[in-house]
C-alpha cells in the first residue's frame, strides 16, 4: 500500500478531508492534478466566518482580503432588502491561499501532498484499491485500502464507479470579473436577482476595497459573458469599472446526491454536490462532510472492516447533521427558480413589510439559511402573501419539489 487513504483532489475539501485523516493518526496521499494548489481560481471566496473557523481554519492574514457585514438583495425593478449584522459576518478572501494553508496544514499533521497527478481510473476490489494517475506522459499506479474523491464538480470518477455525483440539470456556467476603478461600501455584499441575466441564480457585487470588487454571475443560460457585461454597463457603481482578472467554473445549486459511498470509495465537496442550493457556496459543508467522512474512515479502518456497510455510516451522519439544512436551501433554491421578474419583485415588496423585515435580518445567515425558512412558516402576513404567489404555480408543483 502506499497509504492507508488517498485523497482524489487538493481543493478546500480534499485538503480538510487530508488533514483531518492525518490528524486521526492515519497515513494519507493527497493528489492533485495541477501544479499549484488552489489554481487556477474559480470562486468568490466569500465564506461564512463562523463556519470556517467551525472547520478549524483561521486564515492567515495573507489570505483574508476584507469582511463584510451582510448583503443587500436587489430584486429585478429595484426593491431591495438588507441582510445586516452588524459584524463581520463573512470573509472575502484570496481562494487559492486559503487553499494553500489548508493543504500545508494537512501536509504539518503528515498527509503526503504529490501536485500535477491525474488520477484517471480508480479500480475497487476486495483487496483494496488501485489508482491509475499520470504525471506528464507517464502513469504509473497507486494503491491504497479506501479513497476519499474530492474531485470537485465534475465528480467523472465518483460516476466512473457508480455513485450519481452532482445533477446534471443544476449545474450552472459561473463567470466572474475582478474589476477596479469603482466606488463602493466595503461592508456589503450585493445580489441581484434578475432572470434576464442570470436565470436560476443571481449576479453579485463582492467588495474587495473601496474601489475594487469582484464581479459575476451565474445562470442557467448559456450567454454568461453577454449577460456580465450587460450588467456591468448598465450598473451606476460599475460604469466605468476596469476589468483586472477573469475567472470562468461551474456552480452547483441541486442539493446533495443521494448515495456517496460505495465498496472503498467516498465522495464529498462538489463531487457530493454537497453545496448550499442557494448560492452554490460549497466550502463550508464540503469542509463539514469530509470531517465526517474522516471519522467514518477512521471507524472502518479500526475496525478493518471496509465494506460499503461500513462506511455508508458517512452518508448517515452528514444527513443527520446538515441533511435538514441541505433540503431547506435546495427547497428554496427551487421556489426561486419558478419565480419570473415580476413574481420575484413581488416577493421583495412583501419583505418591505415591517415584520418580515426584521425576521429576514434576525434569522438571516450565510450558513443557515434553513433557519429563516423555518422561520417563515411562522409569520402569518408572510405565508398569505406566499400563498398567494404561488397558487398560480400549482402546475409547477411537481417540478418544484422534486426538481
Ligand atoms: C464562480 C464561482 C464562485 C464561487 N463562489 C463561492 C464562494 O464565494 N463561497 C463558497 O463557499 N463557494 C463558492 N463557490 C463554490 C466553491 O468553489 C466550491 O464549492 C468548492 O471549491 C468545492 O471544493 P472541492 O474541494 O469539493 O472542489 P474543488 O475546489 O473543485 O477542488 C477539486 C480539486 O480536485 C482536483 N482534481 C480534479 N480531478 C482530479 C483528478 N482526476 N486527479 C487529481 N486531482 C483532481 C482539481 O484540480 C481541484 O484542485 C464558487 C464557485 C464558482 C464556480
Not at 470518477?157 to 452532482?166: E, H, I, S, T, V
Not at 455584499?189 to 442570470?198: E, G, I, P, S, W
Not at 441564480?201 to 476595497?209: E, G, H, K, N
Not at 460505495?262 to 462538489?270: Q, Y
Request: aromatic letters at 6%; glycine letters at 10%; hydrophobic letters at 40%.
Amino acid at each position: 500500500m502506499d497509504a492507508e487513504v488517498i485523497v482524489i483532489g487538493a481543493g478546500p475539501v480534499g485538503g480538510l478531508a487530508a488533514r483531518q485523516l492525518a490528524r486521526l493518526g492515519l497515513s494519507v496521499l493527497l493528489l492533485e492534478d495541477h501544479k499549484q494548489v488552489g489554481r487556477p481560481v474559480h470562486c468568490a471566496g466569500l465564506i461564512g466566518i463562523e463556519g470556517l473557523h467551525g472547520l478549524g481554519v483561521h486564515p492567515e492574514k495573507s489570505v483574508v482580503i476584507n469582511r463584510v457585514c451582510g448583503s443587500v438583495l436587489h430584486s429585478p425593478s429595484g426593491f431591495t432588502l438588507t441582510v445586516d449584522k452588524g459584524k463581520p459576518h463573512a470573509y472575502v478572501l484570496h481562494r487559492d491561499l486559503l487553499d494553500q494553508q489548508i493543504v500545508r496544514e494537512a501536509e504539518m499533521a503528515g498527509a503526503k501532498l504529490l501536485l500535477g497527478n491525474r488520477v484517471i481510473r480508480c479500480q475497487l476490489s476486495q483487496s483494496g484499491v488501485k489508482l491509475t494517475v499520470r504525471k506528464g506522459g507517464t502513469k504509473r499506479e497507486f494503491r491504497a485500502n479506501l479513497v476519499v474523491d474530492a474531485e470537485g464538480i465534475s465528480a467523472r470518477l465518483a460516476r466512473q464507479n457508480g455513485l450519481p455525483g452532482p445533477r446534471k440539470s443544476f449545474i450552472l456556467r459561473a463567470l466572474q470579473y475582478e474589476v477596479s476603478n469603482v466606488s463602493l461600501p466595503t461592508d456589503r455584499v450585493h445580489l441581484c436577482f434578475d432572470n434576464r441575466f442570470a436565470p436560476k441564480f443571481f449576479q453579485w457585487i463582492i467588495p474587495l476595497d473601496a474601489h475594487r470588487a469582484r464581479v459575476g454571475l451565474a445562470s442557467a443560460g448559456s450567454k454568461v459573458r453577454k449577460s456580465l457585461e450587460k450588467f456591468l454597463s448598465r450598473t451606476p457603481i460599475l460604469k466605468d469599472a476596469q476589468i483586472d482578472k477573469r475567472y470562468g467554473g461551474l456552480v452547483y445549486s441541486g442539493g446533495p446526491s443521494g448515495k456517496n459511498v460505495v465498496e472503498r470509495f467516498i465522495a464529498v465537496g462538489d463531487a457530493a454536490g454537497q453545496t448550499k442550493a442557494t448560492s452554490g457556496g460549497g466550502v463550508v459543508y464540503g469542509g463539514r462532510c469530509a470531517i465526517i467522512a474522516a471519522a467514518s474512515i477512521q471507524r472502518a479502518l479500526r475496525n478493518g472492516r471496509y465494506h460499503h456497510k461500513e462506511l455508508a455510516n458517512y452518508d448517515k451522519q452528514w444527513r443527520r447533521a446538515y441533511g435538514r439544512q441541505f433540503n431547506q436551501m435546495a427547497l428554496l433554491r427551487r421556489v426561486i427558480n419558478c419565480l419570473n421578474n415580476k413574481e420575484l419583485d413581488k416577493l421583495f415588496q412583501v419583505t418591505q413589510q415591517s415584520s418580515v423585515r426584521e425576521l429576514v435580518e434576525t434569522k438571516g445567515d450565510i450558513d443557515q439559511q434553513g433557519r429563516l425558512i423555518t422561520a417563515s412558516l411562522t409569520n402569518p402576513f408572510l405565508l398569505a402573501q406566499l400563498a398567494k404567489i404561488f397558487l398560480s404555480k400549482v402546475k409547477f408543483l411537481p417540478k418544484l419539489l422534486w426538481g
